[in-house]
Every structure is written in structure tokens, then in C-alpha cells.
């Protein structure tokens, strides 16, 4: 597929990671405003609410767009999502019969703050990069049983906290915890020391199923609202005290940080690609029937305080082992219950060479090799004032389909007596 025109000439450029292509989904303020929703098109935001209110775009018999959140849309399904898409095409592509009645609507993003583009009902983190999870594994347990015995059969993951998951651009301050070193007979409470960042991807659920439901993959996928670029920030030497034997607690509770933006199925429909060539055929409910990841170009920056920032990894979605919908598929297998607004994390997106690794842990192999940075300062985890940025898109034929930025500053424990 190739540039869709727009009449806006600012989503015509192939550099902009929001051309007619994409329209993502999000939520925008300006100063002494409520939050609304918003659609992404080169350098501005389409105000829904205000296209709602004119009757330029209708969906159901209620008010779905002036709200801060993207869940309503959720809940109305499949039909209302590809109609609304088809909409919003007819009205922004080059030509368009109605541009002078949409043209007061659009609101420049440089003037708007971005907020959580949804309300996230529960949270479940998985650990699905073949890649990484070897690497972790070979630190922690040798090369010869870097998998467990289950990780070729299952997507295996854990529940994590919704009431954590922040917006791109929220600061985070380093977590505190009980701590052991290898030599202490005791732990201690105290900061964070091996601070560290995850690039994932999250999915979210945007249909709901009963409690007892099992889906199928290709009724997952179905399921599918969108994609956020996800950082799942990690306290590596808290969660090596605690993860024995129910895994992550602390350690991943305190922060989760998305992308702005939701990016549909269907704009990343021309970049889908499949999962790798099974070690281990899987069970009947896990096989997929199509395609199921996405060709999504990814990187990690990191800048210093004061300084300037550096890309220190580059990896693709297309590494995962298991998709979002095989994970949404067994998720719901045991009959789970899943609800609109659910977000899941891929797990760790890392690649074969050690450019490619999606966390500090890997790329500095536990601090045994710490990573220099252009201004001859080392890291081997993250420091108080480290800016961390995660990017992606998929490339097509002159212009991308992107995420916008996922970024967090580390700012310093907050330590009361």
C-alpha cells in the first residue's frame, strides 16, 4: 500500500508517523479545557467531540467522543470501529467534499497535552520474546535450561497493576523495596539500585467476553482495539528477592508507561507477518490461522540529564514468539473473563544480536558490561535524571504508520522515615 493523500499536507510527509494511513486513537486537552477524544493527522488533532457535536461523525444513539477516554467506542465493536475509520477517511482524504466544515476542528498538537488514551480495566504483562527470555534465562540459570520446560507450549505471564499504567511525558520516581545481597544474611529497605526499562508492546482488548468464554485465536485478534509502544519498568534487584516462587510483585508494580497514541489493526494491517517456525508444535487452541504480528520497526533512547539523547537499541515486534492474539487466546482459556480496556504487554521484544536487546539487563548483561554512552558516561541500569524513550513504525511505501514517543524520567526515590 502506498501514501493515502490527505488535504492536510503535514500528514503527506514521509517522515510524520500520523499520515491518512494511521489516525490513531487519543486524548487531548488545551489549557482550560476538558479532555476529549482526538485522532492524529500530521501536526494536528482532530477534535472528535467537536465533530461529534456538528454531526460530521456519529456513532450510536449517545455521545461517545467528548469523554477522556477511548472505552465507549470500545464497547459499541467491530462494526462501529470500521465504520467510524471509513468516516474519518471520507472526511480527511484529498478532495474531501466536507474539508471546510472539518477544517475548524482540527486543533495543532503542538497547542494540546496528551493524556491516558484509555481506562485501563486490568493489566497483564507476558513474557513471550524467545530472544530475551534466553538471554535472562542463561544469566540467571545457565545456557542448558535458559527456557523452562513450559515456555515452548505457553505464553506464560503474570497480572499486573492497572492502577499504575501511566501516559508518555509522566515522570516516574525510582521505586523502593526490600533488597538482598548475594552476601547479606538479611535484606534491607531501600532504593531501587538496578533500575531498569522493558520495550514491549501493549494490546488492547477492546471487546468483552464472559466469564467461562473460551475464544479461538483469529476471535482474539478479532478482539484487538489497537497497539501502544509499552515500557514496563523493572527493579531488577527487587524482583531477584521476590520473584521466587509466584514471580514479579513490587518489582514491576510501581510503574507502566504507554504510548499516547492507539494504532488500529487496520492501519497496521499492510505490515502483518507471522510468527517464527515452531521448536514445538503447539497445542489446537494456540495455532494461528493467519498472520498475527506486525513488521514494527522499534528503539530504545536514552539521555542523561543535561545531556543529549542516543539510540542504544534497535529490535522489531516481528521477534515475538507468541502474538497478541495467541496471548489474548490463552489468557481467556481457562475462562478467564476478559473486559474492554484490558491491556496486555508482550514481554520483552529482543533480537539475536546484542543491538537489538529490548533492556538494560541484556544489553549491559547484568552490569558486567556496561553500555558507554557518546559523552563517556557509563550505565549499566538506569540513573536518577535518565530520560528513556521508546519509539516504533512500520515502514510502507513513502510514509509510516507510527506510535508517537514513550518516554519517562527517573526521578529519585521518595524516602520517608
Not at 54 to 67: C, I, N, R, W
Not at 162 to 171: E, F
Not at 175 to 180: F, R, T
Request: negative net charge; glycine residues 10%; proline residues 7%.
Amino acid at each position: 500500500m502506498s501514501l493515502m493523500k490527505s488535504w492536510v499536507t503535514s500528514a503527506n510527509s514521509p517522515d510524520t508517523d500520523f499520515p491518512l494511513n494511521n489516525l490513531p486513537y487519543g486524548v487531548f486537552s488545551r489549557a482550560g479545557e476538558e479532555a476529549r477524544c482526538g485522532v492524529a493527522i500530521g501536526d494536528y488533532i482532530v477534535d472528535m467531540a467537536a465533530l461529534e457535536a456538528a454531526g460530521l461523525v456519529t456513532l450510536g444513539d449517545e455521545p461517545v467522543f467528548d469523554l477522556p477516554f477511548w472505552n465507549d467506542v470500545m464497547e459499541l465493536g467491530r462494526e462501529a470501529w470500521a465504520a467510524l475509520r471509513a468516516r474519518l477517511m471520507q472526511l480527511l482524504t484529498e478532495g474531501a467534499e466536507e474539508q471546510a466544515l472539518v477544517q475548524p476542528h482540527l486543533i495543532p498538537m503542538a497547542d494540546a497535552q496528551l493524556h491516558m488514551p484509555l481506562v485501563v480495566s486490568e493489566y497483564t504483562d507476558f513474557y513471550a520474546g524467545r530472544h530475551h527470555a534466553t538471554n535472562v534465562g542463561t544469566m540467571f540459570r545457565g545456557a542448558e535450561n535458559a527456557l523452562p520446560p513450559n515456555w515452548l507450549h505457553i505464553p506464560i505471564g503474570y497480572n499486573g497493576r492497572a492502577s499504575t499504567v501511566v501516559v508518555s511525558g509522566t515522570d516516574i520516581h525510582r521505586p523502593m523495596g526490600q533488597l538482598k545481597a548475594p552476601d547479606a544474611d538479611l535484606p534491607v529497605f531501600g532504593p531501587c539500585k538496578r533500575l531498569d526499562i522493558e520495550l514491549e508492546m501493549g494490546a488492547i482488548v477492546g471487546t468483552s467476553t464472559q466469564m467461562g468464554q473460551r475464544i479461538s485465536v483469529a476471535e482474539a485478534d478479532a478482539m484487538i482495539f489497537g497497539y501502544v509502544l509499552l515500557n514496563d519498568w523493572s527493579a531488577r534487584d527487587i524482583q531477584a528477592w521476590e520473584y521466587q516462587p509466584l514471580g514479579p510483585f513490587q518489582a514491576k508494580a510501581f510503574a507502566t508507561s504507554i504510548s499516547p497514541w492507539i494504532v488500529t489493526p487496520a492501519a497496521l494491517a499492510p505490515f502483518r507477518t507471522s510468527t517464527p517456525e515452531r521448536e514445538k508444535e503447539l497445542l489446537p487452541y494456540l495455532r494461528e490461522p493467519a498472520p498475527m504480528l506486525f513488521d514494527i520497526d522499534l528503539s530504545i533512547d536514552m539521555q542523561p540529564a543535561g545531556g543529549a539523547p542516543e539510540t542504544i537499541a534497535r529490535t522489531n515486534y516481528n521477534e515475538m514468539y507468541y502474538s497478541a492474539a495467541q496471548q489474548l487466546a490463552h489468557h481467556a482459556s481457562s475462562g478467564c473473563a476478559m473486559n474492554a480496556g484490558d491491556l496486555l504487554g508482550s514481554g520483552t521484544i529482543s533480537g539475536a544480536e546484542k543491538h537489538q536487546r529490548g533492556s538494560l539487563l541484556e544489553l549491559s548483561w547484568g552490569g558486567k558490561e556496561p553500555l558507554t554512552l557518546q559523552d563517556g558516561q557509563s550505565r549499566s541500569f538506569i540513573e536518577d535524571g535518565d530520560t528513556l524513550t521508546l519509539r516504533g513504525h512500520a515502514q510502507g511505501d513513502g510514509y509510516r504508520v507510527g506510535f508517537g514517543a514513550c518516554t519517562g524520567t527517573i526521578l529519585p526515590a521518595i524516602e520517608t522515615e
